[in-house]
């Protein structure tokens, strides 16, 4: 089957040149079948394996296709544990600059000032570029199943479902899902070395139907001085 969609851009995306990627193949499913209800506490373990106990700096090239052009940039992430992250990227010659900082769900500044609505797709989808799950929020139904070396999980609200899938080895492959009212979102999948550290992922939103693509030049472990979560001063 395939499948057509259309999504006004994200600004994040539109920085990152994700603008939309033509028509592509319907992704498989994330949970199986046989997936039942499990506990918050087994989940926050399988969580917990994805989420980096240091502070750590990665650098990353990012490539946008589309039917109506290219582009591409250098960036960088700080990742501070539990759940703060700062981006920054840009174009070449610094152009189509942008910066944030998140915490959990929640941006607490952007850069451009107006970009805050547009500015991910999905959070989880966005902590997931980085091969880090997200805990469930209150009042979701869960539901996983772990088997030999994959381990998959649900989270499913009244309207919303997020889905994650981890298979251990070398490499280490993570796959985020996020569906609203039914419709597919967006879908991350992350490959990174047996220590977290994120080789290459790919984001798409199949509402457009884009993708972003992200090969990491380098991660390390790194301590992050306070300003570094203060906007850029001009």
């Known amino acids: 089957m395939r499948q057509?969609?259309?999504?006004?851009?994200?600004?994040?995306?539109?920085?990152?040149?994700?603008?939309?990627?033509?028509?592509?193949?319907?992704?498989?499913?994330?949970?199986?079948?046989?997936?039942?209800?499990?506990?918050?506490?087994?989940?926050?373990?399988?969580?917990?394996?994805?989420v980096p106990t240091d502070s750590r700096l990665h650098r990353f090239k990012w490539l946008f296709v589309d039917d109506r052009a290219s582009a591409g940039g250098q960036g960088s992430a700080r990742v501070a544990p539990p759940d703060s992250f700062r981006f920054d990227v840009a174009g070449p010659f610094g152009s189509g600059a942008a910066s944030a900082v998140v915490v959990g769900q929640r941006a607490l500044w952007t850069e451009p000032p107006d970009a805050i609505a547009k500015l991910v797709p999905n959070y989880p989808l966005m902590w997931a570029l980085f091969g880090v799950a997200r805990l469930p929020a209150e009042g979701v139904a869960i539901r996983g199943l772990s088997q030999d070396s994959v381990t998959s999980w649900q989270y499913a609200g009244l309207t919303d479902t997020i889905q994650y899938a981890r298979t251990a080895?070398?490499?280490?492959?993570?796959l985020a899902e996020v569906r609203h009212a039914g419709e597919l979102i967006g879908r991350a999948e992350?490959?990174?070395?047996?220590?977290?550290?994120?080789i290459k992922a790919r984001l798409t939103v199949p509402s457009a139907p884009a993708k972003l693509d992200l090969t990491f030049l380098s991660t390390s472990r790194d301590t992050f001085a306070p300003d570094i979560w203060l906007p850029r001063i001009p």
């Open 4 to 50: 057509c969609f259309g999504l006004d851009r994200p600004v994040l995306l539109v920085y990152l040149g994700l603008v939309g990627a033509g028509c592509r193949t319907a992704p498989g499913p994330v949970l199986p079948a046989a997936a039942e209800p499990v506990s918050r506490d087994q989940v926050a373990e399988w969580v917990a394996i994805t």
């Open 190 to 198: 992350t490959t990174l070395q047996p220590d977290g550290a994120p």
């Open 169 to 174: 080895g070398n490499p280490v492959r993570f």
